[in-house]
Structures are given as C-alpha cells and as structure tokens.
C-alpha cells in the first residue's frame, strides 16, 4: 500500500515578500508608472540580447515572443474626442487655442469650414522640416460617382435642364451646383445637363480621377506654412475661379503637431454634421462618434443662456444614442465666446444689480474726480500760460534796462522807459495793442541822445508834457534787481503751476485707469456670473434631461408602478460629474501675444486663466490619465510575471536533484490539481457564458418580441407624417425627394430611424441595464471564480505535492506570481469589456441599415418620379410600400441585430476560454518547471546550452527588481536610487518614442473609415 502524501506548510515563512515592481505596478501615479515602464523596456531590450543568441533553443524562441507581446502592451492608449457642434459654434477656433496655435485648423468667420472631419494628433516626429504634418485623404471614384448621380438628380428638373434654384445655396439645387462647379469649373449648367446621364463618365475625368482614392501629405516648419498648405484643399474659391476645387473630394484631414495638450495621447476630432450629404464623409463623422471615448458639444454662450441648453442642445435621439453606448460620463460640454456679453443684460438675468450698482457708484465717483480734474486741468493750465507771458514780459523789461545800464556806461543820459504799471493786469486785446505800442516807444529811449531827444519830442507831442530826470547807475541797478526779483517770483510761481498740473494729469490718468479697472472687473463679475449660473444650469439640465429619459423608459413600461420618488440612477452624481467650461478663444490667443492685427475686446480677462483654456487644456490632458495608469499598470504586471516565471526556469538549474520515482510522484500529484483547475475554469467560463445568454435572452430579445408589433402598428402614420402638412411637421416636396435619393435620410431628417423609433425609445432602458450593469456583474462573478479557483489550486499543489516543501524558494515566488495572476485578472473584465463595448456600440446601429434596406424599393421609386403629380405618387408609393414591408422588417432588423449579439456572446465565450487556457498554460509551465523540472530526454550538449543560457539570463534578473527601486516608495534591501532605473537616457527616450509613433501608426486606421 503506497505511503500517503506529506502535507506540506501552505507557505514559505517570507512569501509576504513584495518586490519593486510589483509595489509599481499598484501606483496611481501616472509619472510612475511611466517611468517605470521606460525602465521595463529597458530591461526588456537587455534580456533580449542573450535570447536572440541563443539560436535554435525552443525555451528561448518562447520566452522572446511573450517579450514580444508584452512589449506591444506599452503602447499608450490611444484616447479619441470628438468635438460636436453646430455651425458657428466656434469649434474650430476652440480646438486652435487648444492647441496654442494661431491659425492651424482651418476656421473662417464667413462660413461654416468643417466639411470633413480633421483629426489632430500629438506629432511624434523630430525631423525639423517636419514639426508640423498633414494627411488629406479623399473619398474613392466609386464614392464619388455614387455621390454625383444624386447631386445631379437634385440639380436637374424634370425637364432635364439644371434647376433655377441652383444659385440659392440654402435649396437642394444649390447645394448640389456649388459643389459640382467646384469640382467641375469648366462645366456650364448646359454641359452639366447634357452630361448628367452618365456620372461615371464624370467622375472618371483625368482630373478628378488623379485625386480620388489618394491621400496627400503635407509638410511644414511652422503651423501657418502648414495652414497655408491645406488651404488650397480644405477652402473654397471666388465663384469666378476656373480652378479646381477639392473640398468636396476629402474624406478625412489628418494634421499631427507638437502641441502640449495632445502630448498625453489624446487625439481632438473637428467633426462635421453626420448628416453629411456626402455619404462616404457622413459615415466618417458617425464612425468617429462610435468609437469616441470623449465628446466636447460645443455651444455658442449666447445660445446655451436663452435656452435649456444641456436639455435642448442635446436632443433626445443623441441622449438616447449615449444611453445605449453607455457614454454618459463622455461628454464635456464647452461654451464658447465667453467674450461675447452685454453687462446691463446679464446684470438683470443673473441678480446681480446691487453688485453692479456698487460698481456704478464707484465708476460715477470717479466720473465727477474726472470732471474736477478737467476743470483744474484747464484753470492750471490758464495760469500757466499766464505764468509764460509774465516771463516773458520781466525778461523783455530786463533786456530794456540792460540796455539802458550799457548806454548809460559809455556817457549818454538814459531816461526811464515809459511803462503803464509795474504791476499789470490781464489786459483785453485792445490793451495789448497799447501796451505794444508803448513797447515801441520805450525801445526809442535806447538811442542815441539825439534819437532820443527827437522821440522824446515826438512823445511829448503825444503825451501831456512833464519833466523827465535822467536816470542814475544807482536807479538802474535797483530796477533790475527789482525785475530780477519779480522774475524769480514769476518763475517760483510757474514752476508751482507746472507742477500742479503735471500732477492733475496724472491723477486724471489714475482715474482713468481705476475706471478701467471698474469696468474690467464690472465685467468680469457679469462674465464670471454667467459662467457659474451656465454651469450649474447645464449640470442640473443634464441630470434632469437623462432622468426624463428614464422615467418617460420607465412609465412606458409599467405605467401603472412607476414611482417617480423611486432614483433609477444617482442623478446628483451625473450632474456633478458633468465637466462644463465657459471659454474665450480670442481673449485666450490675445493675452497669449497673438491676433496682433486684430482688436479683440479682453475687458474682463485679467489672466489666461480667466479664458478657462487653460484649464481646457488640462482637462484634455486629464482625459488620458486613467488610460495611461491601465496600460502601465498592465504592462509592469505582465512583466512581473515574465520575470517571475523566467526567475523560476533559471533557478531550475540551480535546484539540488531529486531522484526519477520521486519526480514521477511530483508529477502525478501535480497532474491531478492541473486537472482540477483545468475543470474549474471551463466550469467558470460556461457559467459565465450562459449568464450573459440568459440577460441578452430575457432582457433584449423578448423586449424584440414586445415592441416589434408596437413599431408595426404605428409604421402607416409615420410614413404619412413626412408628407402632411407643413405645418405638422411635413416636408417640403424637393426635401422629401432629397430624402429619397440619400437613403432616406436627408439634413436631419431620417426616414428610417423614425420607423424604427417605437423601437428604440423603449428598447434603450434595457439595453443600457444589460451592458452596463448585469453583463459586467457576470464578468466581475466569473473573475471572483477564477481569483477563488487560483487560489485553492496553489492551496492543493503546497499542500499535497512532496516536492513543495523541499522547494521554499520556489513556492515564494510562485506565490508572488500567483499574486501578479490576481493583479493580471482584476483587470481582465475592463479588457473585456471594451470588447464587448465595441460589439454592442456596432450592433445597437445595426437596426436602421435593415430598415432602409427594407425600405430601399420605395425610395428608389419615388426619386425616379418626375412632372405633374409628382409629390401625391411619391406619397402614394411610400406608404403602400410601408404597409406592405412593415410586417417583416422591422423583425428582420431585430434578428439582424440578435444574431450580431449572439456571436458577440460566443466571442466573449472563445475569448474566456482562450483567456483561461493561457493562464492554465503559464501555470502548469511554472508550477512543472519549479516543482517536477524539465524534460529528462535532452542531450548532454542542449542542456549545457541552456544552462549557459539560464545562467546568462539569471545574472540579467538578479538585478532587475533594483532597477524599480525608488519610484515614489521605499527603498527594499539591496535596492538602488531611482536615478540609476530612470535615467537610462536617450536609448529610453527612444524606446518610448517608438512605442508612441507604432500605438500612433497603428491605430490611424481607426476608426474604419468606410
């Protein structure tokens, strides 16, 4: 009877041991992590080296491609955000102060520039003649041709001659002209209708054919050369041009800079409207919203405050559209044209007048400072043109008596110069002529005694006649010391005036300046109002447009228990969450030194970060946090477990040998728990599989069975709707044949979706639940299972194994793989989930392409018809069609989209199984090689080949944990300063370099761009 097995201790005494990396790999610091990746590739590219020379060695090819594999995990996630809105929104001119650029995407104050959708991406490139690249991708020939023949159905009338609408753009017919002549400007409208039979002819011209399918690149130093270069592709031209136009070719715009706000890996997406006329551009724009893990609705700030904006900005189709993509949480809402205000308006709307009165009264203080500075301003200034004259008129009497003084020395009598006053007055004009001509005969006096006899007779014949004493050198001197004297005063004086009123003048600059200021913060409380009352308003409009959505869900399906007090979800959460900025693009590119010939107004922006781009900018950057930690923390995860299970073979070497019977039990036993645990997760993963079943069975597609007779039953109505009066919402006949010739659908109106409508409304409640909540809890179960399973299998293998106890090493660090396993299936459901994310987003717009197919006969005969009576046969074709296809499209659109559910649940399954037999493979390859070694069969030459090997890569992982030491943690024994694991210079830096620009590279094709 066989000796029963020894049970051994679960664990080694130090299995607690918790090495670098693997304290890294649970940092929530995205710089860390990071870091530590650059050293994981590091260390990656080292244990390369002796692997790749190790030619022919089966264990060496494996452990390069799972090096291979993890290699590929370290390129950063990718994060896609489309920015939405209508036109004149200002998205475009956000997205360029995003990007601190001027002018890179194309915007225009005249019209509506976002015909395609542009994406920008961070350029990875540092080639200088390339700090700023284009792609300009162009729909194909058989696109455009498509395109075409329905462009010239709607430029022609039945007649066959082009429409007269053709030059109003706001008509199908203009629309479809300016974009025919602006690919064909050598066409006449008789050309054009001559040549509209065949438009394949058309599309296939030398020209236009060299253009279509290609995709152009672009080039440039600096972002205006690159704006410059677009232009010629992305603008319109005069109408007079005979040039070629490509505008209405381009299927998608590409640019890549080197902006801060994209370094993160965010990638901005200017989309146009999905409604598109173009098909090809139209399915670009709605791919690009499928796959957005953000979405920025941008809102002129003007409109988002005259109306309910998250509630009516936001219609109920495009809530209804997150709903079912569970995208909620993506959206950002943006207000534009913060700059855009009227104070006396705000005041009132937000309650703010006593605040602002505060502010008048200061400003009117400061008026009436101003009026009394003007007043003393104007009375200095009058004194000091006073305070002139007199310097004038003592320097005058000054070279007067000099003169007399000078003629006195050489020997003539000198009388004193006749003189009204000493002290004078302000004299009228009259006056002064006097006092000129008084001048005049007082210079007389300075000649020579006989000139001064004569004038002194000429003046006593004017003057009454007295008795003149010449003048004495004493009587001089004392009169020019007395000028002197007044002149000093005078000066003294004017000096006082100058002074005064160079003060005035600076305290009415101070109070111009504080008036300024008034005004500017005046504003900026009104600017900073209205952002805090739109925030609010929006958050609160938001919740509540989303908790009307649930409970209009709620009431159509048990009217009759519906409990309005009852929360369906946390709404104080959902508005809360809301990210909501109140932006300036023009005060932002102004107080950043740009718009230099522009007069922008930035009253009321003190700082940039007033502009709130800036805090945008961060946000942008925030956005790829989470996806950064996920796929760092992955990464150095699976590294952990590389490492671990290639420290376990190289130690095999190492390992003291035990005898042939001995390793044959350990095998055995060890067979017998693989096989358990082999059972166990097939067991998990069936249960897994079945209970996602079960949810898409009872909560989806018995709801198909419900609501298919509901769409059934109002299908006739709907139909008849389109073509009512106008006034109830009818359309227009020209419109309704537009609507034909697309598909129907046609400038936001969708014949198919309203059909399907019924539907849709009712089924998203639903479909939400199930992909947001009882899928992931099925997921999160089948994860605990496999947590569990793991662990009773390490249980059983150190419990019942012989081997184990001998091996205390060995089973530390299968234990700290075991707890790397744990870490590696904590994140499993989130890598699952996005694949199921991505399945059902597809499969939730799989309904409508079924109905139209449906509904395809009738579109296509009513755009064939033409002359009197045509809108009543149009009508009268689509609603039999609809009577007649009703009963069994909409059930072929729901099977359409089961079966599309179906295979996504069978791929979840193949994917666990597949899943669990890699972590089945990687276990039993650990466990074998630690506890029973490897094969017995191997040449004396193989196995001195690989234990070289293993001795090689041994001394490569002795010192791999130390080079994760330091990164924002303690420092384990023997560890080393994180310098020495970060600093790995320029060979790091372009490691990671690379994995950016493949991660870029690879996923350019994403989304699929039809």
């Not at 455009?144 to 001659?161: A, H, I, P, Y």
């Not at 003149?468 to 005063?489: G, H, V």
């Not at 179906?902 to 089945?920: N, P, R, Y």
């Amino acid at each position: 009877m066989a000796a029963a097995p020894v049970k051994n201790e679960p664990e080694a005494s130090f299995s607690g041991f918790t090495s670098h990396i693997e304290q890294l790999s649970s940092s929530a610091s995205v710089l860390e992590l990071e870091a530590g990746v650059q050293a994981g590739l590091r260390l990656l590219q080292d244990l390369k080296a002796p692997l790749n020379a190790a030619q022919g060695n089966p264990q060496a090819a494996q452990w390069l491609q799972y090096i291979q594999q993890i290699e590929e995990k370290a390129k950063p996630a990718r994060v896609v955000v489309g920015v939405v809105g209508v036109t004149g929104a200002g998205k475009s001119s956000i997205i360029n102060a995003v990007l601190d650029e001027e002018r890179l995407v194309p915007t225009s104050g005249i019209r509506a520039c976002t015909a395609s959708a542009t994406e920008i991406s961070y350029n990875h490139s540092d080639d200088p003649d390339q700090l700023y690249r284009a792609e300009v991708e162009f729909i194909s020939a058989e696109e455009w041709s498509r395109e075409l023949k329905t462009l010239l159905e709607d430029l022609l009338e039945s007649t066959g001659n082009v429409s007269r609408e053709c030059n109003n753009p706001d008509t199908e017919a203009g629309l479809a002209y300016s974009k025919i002549k602006a690919v064909y400007p050598h066409m006449t409208k008789e050309n054009i209708a001559i040549r509209a039979g065949d438009a394949s002819a058309m599309a296939q011209e030398p020209l236009v054919l060299a253009v279509l399918g290609s995709t152009k690149k672009l080039r440039a130093t600096s972002s205006p050369d690159l704006f410059d270069s677009l232009q010629q592709y992305i603008d319109s031209k005069e109408k007079t041009s005979t040039e070629m136009e490509y505008w209405p070719l381009i299927k998608v715009v590409r640019i890549y800079c080197k902006a801060p706000a994209l370094s993160t890996g965010i990638v901005l997406v200017d989309l146009p409207g999905v409604q598109d006329s173009n098909a090809a551009r139209a399915a670009v724009a709605e791919n690009y919203i499928k796959v957005c893990n953000g979405l920025w609705i941008t809102a002129d700030i003007q409109r988002a405050m005259n109306s309910k904006a998250a509630k009516q900005l936001l219609g109920d189709s495009f809530k209804r559209q997150l709903q079912y993509d569970g995208a909620f949480s993506a959206v950002t809402f943006i207000c534009t044209k913060a700059d855009d205000i009227l104070t006396t308006e705000v005041q009132k709307s937000l309650n703010i007048e006593d605040e602002v009165e505060d502010y008048w009264e200061q400003i009117d203080l400061l008026g009436q400072k101003r009026d009394q500075l003007n007043a003393q301003i104007e009375d200095l200034k009058t004194q000091e043109s006073d305070c002139k004259k007199q310097l004038d008129d003592l320097a005058k009497r000054l070279h007067r008596w000099d003169d007399l003084l000078y003629k006195l020395s050489k020997g003539g009598p000198v009388y004193r110069p006749s003189e009204i006053s000493k002290k004078r007055k302000r004299k009228s004009s009259r006056d002064r002529r006097h006092e000129a001509r008084a001048s005049a005969n007082e210079l007389s006096d300075s000649d020579d005694t006989d000139t001064s006899d004569d004038s002194s007779d000429r003046e006593d014949a004017r003057t009454p006649q007295v008795q003149r004493t010449p003048l004495t050198r004493d009587d001089i001197k004392n009169e020019l010391a007395s000028l002197k004297a007044q002149k000093k005063e005078a000066r003294k004086s004017k000096n006082s005036v100058t002074k005064g009123l160079a003060q005035a003048e600076s305290d009415l600059a101070q109070v111009d300046a504080e008036d300024a200021v008034m005004h500017s913060e005046m504003r900026s409380l009104c600017i900073r109002g209205r952002s805090k009352y739109l925030k609010d308003s929006i958050k609160q409009d938001f919740a509540l447009g989303i908790k009307e959505l649930d409970q209009d869900l709620a009431i159509e399906k048990d009217e009759a228990n519906f409990d309005p007090d009852v929360e369906i979800r946390d709404y104080e959460e959902v508005e809360r969450s809301l990210p909501v900025f109140c932006v300036s693009a023009r005060a932002y590119q102004k107080l950043a030194g740009r718009l230099e010939k522009d007069s922008v107004q930035i009253d009321g922006f003190t700082s940039l970060d007033d502009t709130e781009i800036p805090q945008l900018q961060e946000h942008a950057r925030r956005m790829t946090e989470d996806g950064r930690i996920s796929t760092s923390q992955l990464f150095l995860n699976d590294l952990n477990r590389l490492l671990n299970s290639m420290r376990l073979w190289a130690a095999a070497s190492t390992r003291t040998a035990v005898s042939k019977k001995n390793q044959e039990v350990d095998e055995k036993v060890l067979g017998a728990c693989l096989a358990r645990l082999d059972s166990t997760f097939r067991e998990a993963v069936k249960k897994c599989h079945s209970s996602i079943e079960r949810d898409l069975q009872g909560r989806l597609y018995r709801k198909f069975d419900h609501l298919i007779p509901v769409a059934s039953g109002s299908a006739v109505n709907t139909a008849m709707g389109w073509g009512g009066p106008r006034s109830s919402g009818g359309m227009f006949w020209a419109s309704y044949k537009a609507a034909c010739r697309r598909d129907g659908s046609w400038l936001g109106k969708d014949f198919n979706a309203e059909l399907f409508e019924p539907i849709n409304k009712q089924l998203a409640g639903n479909w939400e639940r199930t992909f947001q909540k009882r899928i992931p809890s099925a997921l999160a179960k089948f994860i605990g299972e496999c947590k569990k399973t793991l662990d009773a299998f390490h249980r059983d293998v150190a419990t019942n194994v012989p081997g184990a106890a001998a091996n205390p090493a060995g089973l530390t660090i299968l234990n700290q793989q075991k707890r790397a396993h744990h870490t590696m299936l904590d994140a499993t459901p989130n890598i699952i989930g996005e694949r199921i994310t991505e399945d059902q987003r597809e499969a939730n717009r799989g309904f409508t392409p079924v109905i139209q197919n449906a509904m395809q006969p009738a579109y296509d005969a009513c755009a064939r018809e033409r002359g009197i009576g045509t809108y009543s046969r149009m009508k009268s074709t689509m609603e039999s069609h609809v009577v007649t296809a009703r009963n069994t499209m909409f059930r072929t659109s729901c099977d359409t989209v089961k079966g599309e559910l179906t295979a996504m649940s069978t791929g979840v399954e193949q994917w666990m199984s597949i899943f669990t037999h890699d972590l089945f493979t990687k276990l039993q390859r650990d466990y074998h090689t630690t506890l029973v070694g490897g094969p017995a069969e191997i040449t004396a030459a193989a196995l001195l080949a690989e234990r070289l090997l293993q001795s090689q890569v041994r001394s490569i992982l002795d010192g791999a944990d130390g080079r994760f030491a330091g990164f924002g943690f303690p420092l384990a024994t023997g560890g080393v300063p994180a310098a020495t694991s970060v600093a790995s210079g320029r060979e790091d830096d372009d490691l990671i370099t690379r994995q950016l620009e493949d991660a870029s590279e690879s996923d350019a094709t994403k989304p699929e761009l039809c």
